[in-house]
């Protein structure tokens, strides 16, 4: 496959992008798509970024797509991490002739940038691209989890075009299915309701309202740690700190704990993809929420750099056990403690069909509070919903 066919170059001398003067800037340590047949290579690459100009999908948020770019001005001109590190830009994804052609064209660039073991950072554009970029790992055969960092569950009608008020629900409609759970961060209940609700706790997913996970933000770092994609809608962030939005509310999250969210999710082993959606540069400010979205991503990139790969899928060699008994010894709850990071997670046993496909999902990023729960002979209650999913 081409992937340089997906992808328009960008223009480094229109987005005022340059080299650091005093300091290695982010654009130092970037590879570029810049003109045509300079497309950056792709062996050893480790971490990218893909911009995707849609805004079409029912008119919704419309001017979103110029997003990209407005986050790229602020972006590079940013200190590096690492001097040592190295990103490519692959340009922007365009619009086709049909928002069924855009998807597709979204899928396949990501689908191929997955496969090679690249965790892709994605500038859009709306968040129905969420749902191209779920296609991308159903492509892939790979069972996911997807966390949502979004003020609204997105629980739309499947019946109607898909919109980024409704990806979720075309997910979940997809037969067969891939996904295995999803959590939604940060959702604000007058703008959910109780019927949607009750609908996430018959679906089995994880909700958290903004309240509780500004309370606890080892929660959320919990939640992000297990998913493989995650969505950031900036309708989740105040309005008085990202003001390019065109449904801004006064509640949200703060914009320092967006970005101690992104780091969670940078720092998670698991995770490959993370798009950051619904930026409107009409409604901004001196470019303020682009330029807080910059920061962001530094945060996931910072994060990314600090990987300590203890996610315990195939080796437990280093990790300290703990079983803990239930209900007078019914039945026992595993528990492993990272020696590298002191990071928690607990299994769910299962022995099913689709036990090969699941694997990955067993072992649930927890708390410690979550152990000392347990320890009180009371059951955890996410370890509770992925065993009600699982039988």
Request: negative net charge; proline residues 4%.
């Amino acid at each position: 496959m081409d992937l340089s066919a997906y992808f328009q170059p960008i223009s480094l001398e229109e987005l005022g992008i340059g080299q650091g003067e005093f300091y290695t800037n982010i654009a130092s340590v970037t590879s570029f798509y810049s003109k045509e047949g300079d497309f950056p290579e792709l062996d050893n690459a480790t971490l990218a970024i893909v911009g995707v100009c849609e805004d079409s999908a029912l008119n919704i948020n419309a001017g979103c797509k110029d997003g990209p770019d407005e986050i790229r001005r602020f972006l590079y001109s940013l200190a590096a991490p690492s001097e040592e590190m190295h990103l490519i830009d692959l340009g922007n994804i365009m619009p086709g002739k049909s928002n069924e052609d855009t998807q597709f064209a979204v899928t396949e660039a990501l689908y191929s940038l997955i496969d090679r073991n690249i965790t892709v950072i994605i500038l859009g554009g709306g968040q129905h691209i969420s749902f191209s970029n779920y296609k991308a790992y159903e492509v892939l055969g790979r069972v996911v989890n997807i966390a949502s960092i979004d003020s609204m569950f997105d629980l739309g009608s499947d019946v109607n075009p898909l919109s980024s008020h409704n990806w979720l629900s075309h997910i979940v409609a997809q037969q067969p299915n891939y996904l295995f759970n999803f959590a939604n961060i940060g959702y604000q209940t007058y703008f959910n309701g109780g019927q949607l609700t009750r609908l996430m706790d018959e679906l089995n997913f994880d909700a958290y309202r903004l309240g509780a996970i500004q309370a606890d933000m080892v929660r959320a770092e919990t939640l992000v740690r297990s998913a493989d994609m995650v969505s950031v809608d900036i309708s989740s962030v105040r309005l008085s700190d990202a003001p390019g939005q065109e449904q801004g509310s006064p509640h949200g999250f703060y914009g320092e704990e967006l970005c101690r969210l992104t780091r969670f999710a940078g720092m998670s082993d698991k995770l490959s993809s993370i798009g950051f959606y619904e930026y409107n540069p009409l409604y901004d400010r001196r470019g303020q929420t682009a330029h807080l979205l910059a920061h962001a991503i530094w945060y996931f990139i910072d994060g990314f750099l600090n990987r300590t790969a203890d996610f315990p899928h195939r080796d437990k060699q280093n990790y300290k056990h703990y079983m803990v008994g239930l209900n007078d010894g019914d039945f026992e709850i595993s528990f492993y403690k990272s020696k590298k990071s002191d990071r928690w997670w607990m299994e769910v046993p299962y022995s099913g069909e689709q036990l090969q496909q699941y694997q990955r999902h067993l072992l649930i990023p927890c708390t410690y509070s979550d152990y000392q729960q347990a320890q009180q002979n009371e059951i955890p209650e996410l370890w509770l919903k992925y065993y009600n999913r699982l039988n």
